[in-house]
């Protein structure tokens, strides 16, 4: 028996044999072509790509009648990234100028897409590079004649080891037989981990070259919420183990009697939980796990996943479709919130010493005012068909909030004069995320309807410690009493006003927090979906009042490790 740990990033236990995924690495001429030779080498690319948008289109028939709607955008982004000038001027450059023949023509504009996802500071983008691999694999594939499907004629309960899944894959998969994924790479964010959440299916990922332990037909457990892998394990660990999976299969049948049940404490305090989304696709995950509305969509997935900024039109489609989808649940839009680990693939960012502390967020949009005013207009559009409030992120002076505002109420002039509707009494909310809000909360809670804590960088620059950096990650901790004593503040200051505070940051999903916040006065709790109906049950089973006395004394603790100790026992 072999034991080996990743990181579990979806929860769940899962126990079948192993399909072994062997991707074997082709070996590419590097011969160059005769000036004869070139229009063939075309001729073949062009054939090549017209079959790969043609199986990608089979992919997005199959994948909206398989898994909904929402999951068919990554392949729609796949065909706009073989139909990309970009792509098609670096592969044909190189076979007309430099002779190129066309499989070396590939891959040397694959590796190139690839040092360019690479070098970007955003998590989320490094890990598309993935997709780009994906969209270059199968135009390879295709030029060479080379269909493969590992998933074809499965009869039995399977879990996919494997360097790492594309979308492809996964879009591939039976999953009435494919019960989890275990990989070589990934984190919290590749696609891998983002499928198997939204499907509800138990994945490690990160495991390292161990992972190669696993040899195909094996039997194997995984555990997606502890990390652990058991590799032929003995029966002691399988009955253990099913036992395991009976409680967690159980509470799951709990938890999602309690989906159409209010969030109310045991004496009537209710409470509202929401999701972060970052856009449309994420609706249907938010609904089914019971979400009160959108707490923080995530509006720069708008200009990440774009080759120029989204112009008004399609952003309000964007906002209008959200709006639209949350049935008249509100939905909280954040403005723009760029730079730091976030760029764009199509602005170059000066380089900075300390990007985090830099050129960032609210910083760049009232620089960028014409961006900013297309963002303001199009959501100002979309408020006509929903419940919209908006937010701004990254402020640290009434100054800032006050130029905001004038912006918005510019936008608001310009619509009312071209007829266009919208929600003239739109609430506008901001972020606190940086000490100078902490402290200065009761003065911006004055000029601003509501509050929203984001956890994140709050955390992080409270304690001055970037939550990017592996050799102090371990400092990184918003158990500290610092930041809990922010975030008590912040509450406190939004209710002597009359107002609310929620928090949409990280730290809302912790069960270990739950009663804290709720015991300091939290009024919203939003968080990725899967987390929700945790989240109910904890605030269901308890009483505000027995909240209020477990915040009370976990904040007379003096570290982080005292008050996490203190929060386990009770």
Known sequence: MHNLKGIGVSPGIAMGNVLLIEKKELIIPTNLIEEND?????EKFEKAKKESLAQIEKLIIKTRESMGEDKVGIFESQAEIINDPMLNDSVLGKINSEKNNLLLALEKARDEFVMIFESMEDEYFRERVADVKDVFSRIINNALGINQNYFENLSKNVIVVANDLTPSDTASMDF?????????????????????????IPAVVGVGKDIYNCKHDDFIIIDGNSG????????????????KLDSFLA??????????LKVVTKDGKEIELCANIGGAADLKGALNNGAEGVGLFRTEFLYMNNTKFPTEDEQFQAYKEVAEGMGGKHVIIRTLDIGGDKDLPYYEFEKEMNPFLGWRALRIC?????IFKTQLRAVLRASAFGKIRIMYPMIISLEELRKVNEILEECKAELKSENIDFDENIETGMMVETPAAAIMADLFIRETDFFSIGTNDLTQYVLAVDRGN??????????NPAVLKC?????????????????????????????????????????????????????????????KEIAENALKLSTAEEIEKYLDEN
């Open 38 to 42: 070139i229009l063939q080498e075309i």
């Open 176 to 200: 009435n037989f494919v019960v989890g994924f275990a990989t070589e790479i990934g984190g919290r964010t590749s696609h891998s981990s983002i499928m198997a959440r939204s499907l509800e």
């Open 228 to 243: 652990e892998i058991f590799i032929n394990p003995e029966e002691k660990i399988i009955n253990e183990y099913k036992i």
């Open 251 to 260: 509470e799951k049948a709990i938890l999602a009697e309690l989906k159409e």
């Open 366 to 370: 009232l620089d960028k005012t014409e």
């Open 470 to 479: 592996e050799k102090v990650s371990k400092l990184y901790n918003t158990f």
């Open 487 to 547: 975030i008590k503040n912040i509450i406190d200051a939004s209710h002597n006003a009359g107002k609310w505070t929620g928090m949409c940051g990280e730290f809302a999903g912790e069960k270990r927090a739950a009663l804290l916040l709720l015991g300091m006065g939290l009024d919203e709790f939003s968080m990725s979906a899967i987390s929700i109906p945790v989240i109910k049950k904890a605030i269901r089973e308890t009483s505000f009042e027995k909240a």
